[in-house]
């Protein structure tokens, strides 16, 4: 099996600052419509650049060509950050970020499959799982295909059955094409989630589940890095990775609360 090989520290400063430019047009954005999530947006930062700026294969310019990774944005009130990446990538221009929620534009306040790179529509939350499911099955079984699919969870939404439901099927089905990110950011809209931090107990449940787990910390890129090499090597098994985050990371005043 390949060894893994750490990026070289510019990149790891790339990704660190690509991060914190997420953040930054996730901000903007959210304070030109003067609504939004922009709080669950930095908590995924880190997550989102290592995954679109070194993970995952896919042509910025085609996003809907076949042979592309996928990604799903379970957490859907988090959209800023996923036009931000887009944006980031040269599909989007970093201008139109500021039209955010606004009747005419097409960046709308959860993502629909009205933009060429979402999939399907997410913020009803719980859904988003089960979809990349099948799309990874898809992959696997009917396109025998090389993509991956990604999906990024947010804690609050895994109290909902239907993410257990799809963590089920996809151990049964062996999606080793399949990561979820659970970004255990510790705080719902109005309070914390069951769970907290407790990353523990979040790897012992998806375990249980058949899937195989890392913990890591979320804002760490080098870290992300190395858990999303290791997630592409593992057979017959669907990866979890646990990503212990903080809510309104990087912005002062705001963090954790």
């Known amino acids: 099996m390949a060894n893994y090989q750490k990026p070289a520290d510019k990149t790891l400063q790339t990704l660190k600052d690509t991060a914190n430019k997420l953040r930054i047009n996730s901000i903007k954005a959210t304070c030109a419509s003067n609504s939004g999530h922009p709080t669950s947006c930095c908590s995924a930062a880190e997550i989102m650049s290592v995954l679109f700026f070194n993970t995952m294969k896919y042509i910025p310019l085609d996003p809907r060509n076949p042979n592309n990774d996928r990604f799903v944005l379970s957490k859907g009130h988090a959209a800023p950050i996923l036009y931000a990446a887009w944006s980031e990538a040269g599909f989007i221009k ?31 939350l719980g859904q988003g799982l089960g979809a990349a499911c099948g799309m990874a099955y898809t ?6 295909a090389s993509y991956r699919v990604y999906c990024l969870l947010g804690d609050g939404e895994s109290s909902e059955g239907s993410v257990w439901e799809a963590m089920a099927f996809a151990s049964h089905y062996e999606l ?29 449940r998806c375990e249980a589940f058949g899937w195989n787990t890392y913990v890591v910390c979320g804002h760490d890129v080098e870290e992300l890095c190395k858990v999303f090499w290791h997630a592409q090597q593992v057979k017959k098994q669907p990866t979890a990775i646990i990503a212990k985050t903080f809510k309104g990371k990087g912005i002062e005043g705001k963090e954790q609360k």
């Open 176 to 204: 080793d094409n399949l990561v979820a990110i659970f970004d255990v950011n510790r705080l719902g809209q109005s309070e914390a989630t069951p769970l907290k931090h407790d990353t523990e107990i979040y790897r012992k």
């Open 139 to 144: 992959g696997k079984y009917f396109d025998k």
């Open 94 to 124: 970093e201008a139109d970020l500021l039209n955010l929620r606004k009747i005419d534009s097409d960046l709308e306040g959860h993502p629909t499959p009205k933009l060429p790179f979402v999939d399907v529509a997410t913020g009803s």
